[in-house]
Nanobody, 124 residues
Framework: QVQLVESGGGLVQAGGSLRLSCAGS????????MAWFRQAPGKEREFVAA?????????YYTNSVKGRFTISRDNAKNTVYLQMNSLKPEDTAVYYC????????????????WGQGTQVTVTV
């Protein structure tokens, strides 16, 4: 059974940084794309970043986080990270880790397995 467990969320002031981690278990994820999504109160879940090994190691970011967030992975640890710098209040959301077999994608419905989420709150 695939399990994803996020950690690293918290409360931070605008301009600060956080690093989220997502540890996977239940299978080897070397052929899987891994991604981060987020959901703010009253809004739909939205894509943040994704990374895959297939297809040449493709990385995608949503425009609003380009230059501020960095996604990376450690296959030996079945873990994906999201380094978030220069955080803004609009980054406040529950952040979810997700995985799918194959190349990275940006749609919620493309991903099969999800973590429980970790809260990120950015204050002014």
């Amino acid at each position: 059974q695939v399990q994803l467990v996020e950690s690293g969320g918290g409360l931070v002031q605008a301009g600060g940084s956080l690093r989220l981690s997502c540890a996977g278990s239940g299978r080897t994820f070397s052929s899987h794309a891994m991604a981060w999504f987020r959901q703010a109160p009253g809004k739909e879940r939205e894509f943040v970043a994704a990374i895959s090994l297939l297809g040449g190691g493709t990385i995608y970011y949503t425009n609003s986080v380009k230059g501020r967030f960095t996604i990376s992975r450690d296959n030996a640890k079945n873990t994906v990270y999201l380094q978030m710098n220069s955080l803004k209040p609009e980054d406040t959301a529950v952040y979810y880790c997700a995985t799918k077999f194959g190349v990275a994608a940006t749609a919620v419905n493309d991903y099969v397995y999800w973590g429980q989420g970790t809260q990120v709150t950015v204050t002014v």
